[in-house]
Each structure stands twice: as structure tokens, then as C-alpha cells.
């Protein structure tokens, strides 16, 4: 599928919205998308990241706390933005991260060399250890070895980060009829859920496969007016394939808006393709958010060569 097919040829209009952010218009027949520019937010930290952190940097702060851990992968978005606590705001900051082999690797990884770069410090554990991170006894450990800290969940997904996450829709936002997200965790998607009127309809884009997102989120709103789509994970958490790099690779040449390959690319891709089903009703009006992440285009076409792969262009 390419982004410029002959039956939705776009009508690129970019407009300027809260005197900075961009957002990109794509009319087709009587469908129109617009991206709300949450990649653009911020120095360093941006999109829903920083959303998710500014609530809990406040508390860390408020709470006297001169060190917060967090948790992640090799590529994690959550890790780099995590880093940027030691940059911006001088509290030390422990990264847990998943695979003890990557201790001699951190010059090697785009992403966490960037974090060491920032002042993150490194707690390298293996995949087994990182299934029972949040157990009594790994928290005990990390206590005994750091003392006090603030704790940040993986993904930085807590009440904190959902309340940062309904400020990514603003007043102006009510005219939609319908606000699209990626889902991960699920913490933006429960903020803009609670941040949306009742007469819109949330619909998440799982960048996982299977069905426990529906559960997840569930278990974090009150409100009925959502959905998870399930069938554009394209294998699984970070996996892609050349039908997905060639859409994305196509987006940017037509609208300059580099995708991230594990959330947004993955987004676009389905509501492109729902609009092409005609999931949406006709004179209808979406809004997508471009929640960042493109930092992990880097990392991905490290393994994208050694795959012989297209390479994502950026
Ligand atoms: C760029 C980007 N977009 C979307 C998501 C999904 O957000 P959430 O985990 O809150 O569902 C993530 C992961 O946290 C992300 O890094």
C-alpha cells in the first residue's frame, strides 16, 4: 500500500496550530486527518514522553528525591526521555534495563549511549531477573544498592503519566470526531479517553500482538467511547517488514514527517488502511497524534541492514 495511492491522493495542507506545532491535513473524499505534532514538543524529552514525565518529575522533586529508577529495553523511547531527568533537572537516574549481554554494548546502541550520554546510570539484568522486576525482593535489592529512590514504571506508565497525557488534547481538539493513538502500555490512550467528550470515539493502535491491551485499558478508564485495533502490530513489538518502511518512507517524501517505526509508522499504516476500508463514516474527522519516538529509527535500521532490509529514511 503506498501512501500515495490514485484513490487517496492527498491534499497536503500544513497548518500551523498553538503558534508552533504543525499538523499535517490529508483530505480524502470527505475524510480529513490531521496529526497533532506531540514529536515536535519539548527539548530533548518530546511527545507523550514528556507528557508522562512532567507530573512525575514534579513529584520526584516535591518528594525531596535525588534518585529515580526506571525500567526498559535496549531501544526504549522511556529509557532515553528517562535520561534527560539527570540533564534538565540534575536527580540521578537509574535505568534497569532488560539483557545483562548488553553491558558491553552500550557504545553500540543508538539509544543507550545517548541516555550514558546524558548522565543515566545503568542496572543491566537478565530477561528472567526483568519478568519480576516489581517483585519485593528486585525492589529490596535496588533499595539496598541505591538507597531511597523514586520509582518510574516501565513505558512510565502511572496515574501521573495518564494525567499528563489528557493535557495532549486541548480545547480546540473537541471538533473531532475522532482522536487515534499508538497503544503500548496504554497510559496516553487512558489520558486522551479521559481527556476526550463524549461524542468522540479514542481508537488505539496496538504496537503488540494479542488481545490484553483491551483488558489493560480497561482496567485504567471509566469511559466506554474506545477502541483497540489489533491487526496492525505487524508481528509484534518492534517487528516490521518492507510493506511497513515503504509506507513510512513514502509518508515522509510526502509530507516531510518522519514516523517512528514501533508506534506511529505503525498508526498511520492502519488508519490509512481503515479509511481505505471504509471503517470511517464520511464527513468524518480525525485527529492522530504523533506521539515521538523517532529516535528509535536509528537503532532500527542498525538490524534493518543486517537484515537486508529497506532502510527507514530520516
Ligand atoms: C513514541 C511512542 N508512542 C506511543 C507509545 C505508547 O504509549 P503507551 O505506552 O502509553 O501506550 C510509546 C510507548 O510508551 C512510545 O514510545
Redesign the pocket.
Known amino acids: 500500500m503506498s501512501f500515495n495511492d490514485k484513490k487517496m491522493q492527498l491534499d497536503l495542507s500544513y497548518k500551523s496550530e498553538n503558534n508552533e506545532l504543525k499538523s499535517f491535513q490529508l483530505h480524502e473524499g470527505l475524510i480529513h486527518l490531521t496529526l497533532k505534532r506531540e514529536d515536535l514538543l519539548g527539548d530533548g524529552i518530546s ?3 514528556l507528557r508522562k514525565l512532567k507530573y512525575n518529575v514534579a513529584k520526584a522533586i516535591q518528594g525531596g528525591y535525588t534518585k529515580v529508577i526506571t525500567f526498559g529495553g535496549a531501544y526504549s ?2 529509557i532515553l526521555a528517562a535520561s534527560y531527568i539527570k540533564k534538565n533537572y540534575g536527580i540521578d537516574i537509574i535505568g534497569v534495563i532488560r539483557g545483562e549481554e548488553l553491558i558491553d554494548k552500550i557504545d553500540d546502541n543508538p539509544t543507550l549511549s545517548k541516555a550514558k550520554e546524558n548522565g543515566m546510570q545503568f542496572h543491566f539484568i537478565s530477561r528472567e531477573v526483568y519478568r519480576n522486576k516489581l517483585s519485593t525482593d528486585f525492589i529490596n535489592e535496588l533499595e539496598a544498592k541505591y538507597g531511597a529512590f523514586y520509582l518510574l514504571p516501565e ?3 502511572n496515574e501521573l503519566a495518564i494525567k499528563g497525557c489528557e493535557e495532549i488534547l486541548t480545547d480546540s481538539d473537541a471538533s473531532f470526531d475522532y482522536i487515534c ?9 487512558a489520558g486522551l479517553i479521559n481527556a476526550s467528550t463524549e461524542n468522540q470515539k479514542v481508537v488505539g493502535f496496538s ?1 503488540l500482538k494479542g488481545n490484553f491491551l483491551k483488558d489493560d485499558v480497561a482496567g485504567l478508564v471509566t469511559k466506554k467511547n474506545w477502541t483497540i485495533q489489533t491487526d496492525y502490530h505487524f508481528g509484534g513489538y518492534a517487528k516490521v517488514n518492507a510493506e511497513l518502511i515503504t509506507f513510512m518512507n513514502d509518508f515522509k517524501r510526502d509530507t516531510g514527517i518522519i514516523l ?1 517505526p514501533i ?2 509508522g505503525k498508526m498511520i499504516y492502519g488508519i490509512y488502511d481503515l479509511i481505505k476500508k471504509g471503517y470511517f463514516p464520511k464527513n468524518t474527522s480525525i485527529l492522530a497524534i504523533h ?3 523517532v529516535q528509535a529509527v536509528l537503532g532500527m535500521n542498525e538490524l534493518l541492514k543486517k537484515k537486508g532490509l529497506p532502510l527507514i529514511n530520516s
Open positions: 511527545g507523550n514522553k523511547n522511556h513505558g512510565g506508565t493513538c499508538a497503544v503500548g502500555t496504554g497510559g496516553t490512550i504496537a517512528d508506534y506511529n506521539t515521538g519516538g
